[in-house]
């Protein structure tokens, strides 16, 4: 692969912005203590950033703030794609501790994406491939972990997507208790898979929340492991702790993300 050629000016600006975020306003003494620039430099980038429109001079003695315009840069991002991203180091640390492959949905519409696994470094992997595949809200463990933990206006808004559409989930949505599948799944910390479902896999799923304790799902973790190596009470005493702190690790991590502060680092591995 050949090697990229780093345009160093373009990153300097981008940490000029990036430190601007943190705080109203920067002065010039505080950006080159957070950035480590020369103030030489710093200025000469901050001139080049006001006349793009990104960031204005709010007085000689105060410093600079980033201008509206900043926003722009951001207006493909959704929290559902930092969610992704952050999560990501983090489904794979887990991984290379309990070795069984885990995966991560969210909500599009009516049904669940998977929008990451750790497939590529479990030695205990399905073979089928699982990434960005659609999946029923109400008939997968992903889609039935977020959607018990969503509060109850939402979950009304879910079903009558599901109704809407012609499919499988319709039927469903229509004969479902859905208070009990939401008793059900709260009670017990997790969303089981279906009694006497066919096939060598067997899989957990749990919800990420934004805040802990809120029922604003943003999210959910689903583990595969062997029938054959342990029934799912052994898998649940064993995997559902390890699960949870997971789920809370990944709601941190954006959380820190979203508010520009230091995301916490993955678990250290305690096995090879």
């Given at each position: 692969m050949a090697q990229v050629d780093v345009v160093n000016?373009?990153?300097?600006?981008?940490?000029?912005?990036?430190?601007?975020?943190?705080?109203?306003?920067?002065?010039?003494?505080?950006?080159?203590?957070?950035?480590?620039m020369p103030k030489p430099t710093l200025v000469r980038l901050l001139e080049t950033l006001i006349a793009a429109g990104y960031v204005h001079k709010v007085s000689r003695r105060e410093g600079y703030a980033v201008?509206?315009?900043?926003?722009?840069?951001?207006?493909?991002?959704?929290?559902?794609d930092v969610l992704v991203d952050v999560a990501r180091p983090l489904l794979e640390a887990f991984t290379l501790e309990h070795k069984w492959q885990v995966s991560l949905a969210t909500r599009e519409g009516d049904s669940m994406l998977i929008r990451a696994t750790t497939r590529h470094i479990s030695p205990f992997s399905r073979?089928?491939?699982?990434?960005?595949?659609?999946?029923?809200?109400?008939?997968?463990?992903?889609?039935?972990?977020?959607?018990?933990?969503?509060?109850?206006?939402?979950?009304?808004?879910?079903?009558?997507?599901?109704?809407?559409?012609d499919t499988a989930d319709a039927e469903a949505a229509r004969t479902i208790n859905v208070e009990a599948l939401v008793r059900q799944?709260?009670?017990?910390?997790?969303?089981?898979?279906?009694?006497?479902?066919?096939?060598?896999?067997?899989?957990?799923?749990?919800?990420?929340?934004?805040?802990?304790?809120?029922?604003?799902?943003?999210?959910?973790i689903v583990m595969f492991w062997y029938l054959s190596v342990m029934p799912?009470?052994?898998?649940?005493?064993?995997?559902?702790?390890p699960l949870h702190d997971l789920a809370a690790r990944i709601s941190q991590a954006l959380?820190?993300?979203?508010?520009?502060?230091?995301?916490?680092?993955?678990?250290?591995?305690?096995h090879a």
């Open positions: 000016s373009v990153v300097r600006a981008l940490s000029v912005v990036e430190t601007l975020n943190h705080q109203p306003v920067t002065s010039l003494e505080a950006l080159h203590r957070a950035t480590g201008t509206e315009s900043v926003l722009r840069l951001a207006a493909g991002v959704r929290e559902r073979e089928q491939l699982f990434l960005n595949r659609k999946v029923s809200i109400l008939g997968s463990v992903v889609g039935r972990a977020f959607f018990a933990a969503c509060a109850e206006v939402e979950r009304e808004v879910i079903l009558d997507l599901i109704l809407a559409g799944v709260r009670e017990r910390g997790y969303a089981p898979d279906r009694v006497g479902r066919p096939g060598p896999h067997r899989s957990i799923g749990v919800p990420v929340l934004r805040e802990a304790g809120s029922e604003q799902a943003i999210g959910s799912e009470p052994q898998a649940v005493q064993r995997y559902l702790g959380q820190a993300r979203m508010s520009g502060a230091p995301a916490p680092a993955p678990p250290p591995r305690l």
